[in-house]
């Protein structure tokens, strides 16, 4: 910083000598008098603000030195304040707001910082991104602060849901899977409420006997949740296929009487085109006279039916 002082001469005489220079009783310097001016560098560090500056002379006091600079105005210096980025969770605890500072002039730390940045996201804030701002951080009257834009984005929370395994029969409807899940991991006072849609699964209207997975479908919790979802099985069992056959008479010697039954317990427009093979009996034509069980032997009716046998 370049100091100017002059003396002004009284006629025909020369002013000699040395000039102070002082800033509140702190001494800047001296600059030796020429032609009436005294010029004098300072090295001092002037505080931001207005430095008023005080100048005497040591030589003849019949002359009253003016200070040429006046006042000295010192602009704050800039500290670049560089937050780091931070990421939280849905429901989760803000995480310190931290912060690199550039700018630090005449030897300063950041000793001299105190206070803390701020961001307007809180445990309840929803998904997205928020500012991060100077909040109430300060480096004193020396430093004007400039931080640079950066967010702290929040992240969906965890949501765990796990289904519930069903059973069906084949011929029954599938079972409604709206509730059928056990849900943790809410937070912020949240339940299963605010979920919505239902859990979906790969089995159609009318599923055959079989495993199925039970899938997330459309379940979801809104924006602020992320689901991590565990499958489950319904299981589709064979009808029951009611075969009663039907009682049979013959006469010793006479030929085996073809053997029939009745049908109950077909679904979905079955017919007995469905059923395999026939009943059976130890009856043959040289049997004695007597009762002889009619069994079921080889009749089925494929996968999606479970036969109860009536015998006769």
């Not at 053997?259 to 007995?272: E, K, Q, R």
């Amino acid at each position: 910083m370049t100091l100017v002082a002059t003396v002004p001469a009284l006629p025909g005489v020369t002013p000699t000598g040395t000039v102070d220079f002082t800033l509140n009783g702190t001494d800047l310097g001296q600059a030796t008098l020429s032609g009436g001016t005294a010029t004098l560098t300072s090295t001092f560090a002037f505080p931001a603000g207005i430095n008023p500056i005080t100048v005497s002379y040591s030589g003849d006091s019949s002359y009253n030195p003016t200070d040429g600079n006046g006042n000295i105005t010192v602009a704050p210096a800039t500290l670049a304040v560089a937050p780091d980025p931070q990421t939280m969770d849905y429901g989760g605890t803000v995480p310190a707001l931290t912060y690199t500072p550039n700018g630090f002039v005449n030897g300063d730390t950041p000793g001299l910082l105190f206070g803390a940045l701020a961001t307007t996201a809180t445990p309840a804030s929803g998904v997205g991104g928020y500012a991060i701002t100077q909040g109430t951080l300060s480096a004193g009257p020396n430093y004007t602060i400039s931080v640079s834009p950066v967010t702290l984005t929040v992240r969906p929370a965890t949501l765990t849901v796990t289904a519930t395994a069903q059973a069906t029969v084949y011929g029954a409807p599938v079972p409604d899977l709206t509730g059928a899940y056990a849900a943790g991991g809410f937070v912020n006072g949240e339940s299963t409420a605010l979920l919505q849609g239902s859990l979906g699964t790969d089995a159609g209207p009318t599923p055959a006997a079989g495993s199925y997975q039970i899938t997330q479908g459309t379940l979801t919790a809104g924006p602020n949740y992320s689901i991590r979802f565990t499958g489950a099985a319904l299981t589709v069992s064979p009808a029951a296929l009611a075969v009663t056959a039907d009682p049979k008479t013959m006469q010793y010697g006479d030929t085996l009487p073809a053997l029939t039954y009745s049908l109950a317990g077909f679904v979905y427009g079955d017919t007995p085109s469905l059923l395999i093979g026939t009943l059976a009996t130890a009856a043959v034509s040289g049997s004695g006279i007597g009762r002889y069980n009619i069994t079921q032997w080889a009749v089925a009716a494929g996968a999606n039916y479970a036969i109860n046998y009536r015998p006769a």
